[in-house]
């Protein structure tokens, strides 16, 4: 992190998680109300960067010079979309390795685009690569990653963090990393697949589910952070998909009626959801499209159609339709509008909407995109065609101000409730096992996206 001579790194263990905090040299945009009051505009976005590695130290390592060309990618894609509030996945659990990422790339320029700095960072433990000592997949092997209570490698590959320009209120952030997907109500887990000593131990998160709250103005926006399992790589039991719609579903307990909250616990047991009339917004990569894709029919509407939902604008880009119209392939057969896609899958199943921002009613959503330019745009070179300069996944953003305060305004994104996708299910079809999200990472080495 490039601060001059008052650098200041201040790092302060919170709950299971880390927060960290550097000086910021701006202020995000403000909007008035009706009273002429200041109220911010806050810019929301959530990236699968995939800065993760094959093994642990290894990001720390490709991130302690400022020369990693895919970092570079990542980073100008970050300076050039210049969110308030950055929430990351696919960034391996090493807070060392964040603050090389913020020092080394972030807040240097990159490619003549302004450094941006976040004063707030919060990453916490996941669950990929940690141990079960059980054989959770049937290979009679209890070490594998497939073992782990989340695919990985390694604890931590594949985490998560937050970055933010407004205050991060540690107090109060709740993550759900160790609950049981058991305790859930009404559970999609395969009956009969997994073993009674499994059965008792096997957690709902394949990464974690945090809330982490901001502080903008004077209020508090919380921000519902994971990243659900890809609903493949697994057989006719179907347990990443059970598993991958149960974790989009935690979020809808968790925002509605107490009754449905009640069987949620926190990592430090307290118990229930969200508070009643709080502002929240859902952001990260769901690995789950509306109708297209690998995932269970209607996974994602579970919250798509809530009316606590806000999704009156739906983030698209003119890149998406292009890359659709050239790549051909499983995109010709797709019922959803190819706009709204936010990854480039080249295998089956193609291009689908993977990454979300999905606001709280009561927040008004002023602009909505995803950074997928076209081809003629010259920072297509930061998309770019495999092997992906930064990702295979793309940039996703709005913009949202309180109720009240802005009405929603023109931008790239398309009005339409579920993003102008047909309500109906779409019906499940076949796939390839172990194949649909593999693909060679920027850094050269083949890896499963998870």
């Known amino acids: 992190m490039i601060r001059g001579n008052r650098l200041v790194a201040v790092l302060a263990l919170v709950l ?56 570079r990618a990542v980073a100008e894609i970050v300076q050039r979309t210049r969110p308030d509030v950055l929430v990351l996945q696919e960034v391996d659990h090493d807070p060392e390795a964040l603050r090389l990422f913020q020092r080394n790339y972030l807040e240097r320029g990159q490619q003549g685009a302004d450094p941006v700095r976040y004063r707030y960072t919060f ?12 054989d959770l997949n049937g290979d009679g092997r209890t ?19 937050v970055l933010s320009r407004y205050p991060i209120d540690e107090k109060h952030v709740r993550t759900f990393q160790k609950l049981l997907w058991k305790d859930m109500p009404g559970n999609r887990m395969p009956q009969g697949y997994y073993s009674p000593e499994a059965v008792d131990v096997l957690r709902l998160s394949s990464k974690s589910h945090w809330d982490v709250p901001v502080r903008v103005g004077r209020r508090s926006v919380h921000l519902l952070v994971s990243h659900p399992t890809p609903p493949v790589f697994d057989g006719p039991e179907d347990r990443n998909g059970r598993r991958n719609a149960d974790e989009i579903r935690f979020w809808a307990d968790y925002t509605g009626p107490a009754r449905e909250a009640r069987w949620i616990r926190d990592d430090r047991g307290r118990p229930g959801g969200l508070q009643r009339g709080a502002s929240f917004v859902i952001a990260g990569d769901l690995n789950s499209d509306p109708v297209d894709g690998d995932s269970l029919p209607g996974a994602t509407h579970q919250l798509l159609d809530l009316r606590r939902v806000n999704t009156s604008l739906t ?10 119209r050239l790549q051909g392939g499983a995109n010709l057969s797709h019922r959803g509008d190819p706009q709204f896609d936010t990854a480039d899958f080249s295998e089956p199943p193609g291009n689908i909407r993977a990454d979300y921002v999905l ?67 779409s019906r499940r079809r076949g796939r390839p096992r172990g ?14 996206r998870r």
């Open 315 to 324: 983030p698209s880009s003119d890149g998406a339709v292009e890359a659709a």
């Open 123 to 134: 990453t916490a433990p996941v669950n990929t690569g940690v141990p079960t000592g059980l």
């Open 359 to 425: 606001p709280s009613a009561d927040l008004d959503i002023r602009d909505a995109r995803v950074f997928w330019p076209v081809q003629a745009d010259p920072l297509s070179r930061l998309t770019g065609t495999y092997p992906f300069p930064a990702s295979d996944h793309r940039l996703v953003w709005e913009r949202h101000t309180q109720r009240g305060v802005g009405a929603v305004s023109g931008g790239a994104g398309r009005r339409g409730r579920r993003g102008g996708r047909p309500r109906a299910r």
């Open 16 to 71: 299971v998680g880390t927060v960290l905090a550097v000086p910021v040299t701006s202020s995000p945009a403000d909007a008035r109300d009706e009273r002429g009051r200041v109220e911010p505009t806050v810019r929301v976005a959530t990236f699968n960067a995939s800065l993760n590695r094959p093994a642990a130290g290894d990001l720390r390592r490709d991130l302690s010079t400022p020369s990693n060309a895919q970092a």
């Open 143 to 161: 070490d594998g990653p497939d073992d782990a209570y989340g695919f990985g490698a390694f604890p931590g590959q594949y985490g998560m963090a």
């Open 435 to 448: 194949r649909g999200c593999c693909a060679r990472g920027a850094s050269g080495a083949r890896h499963c």
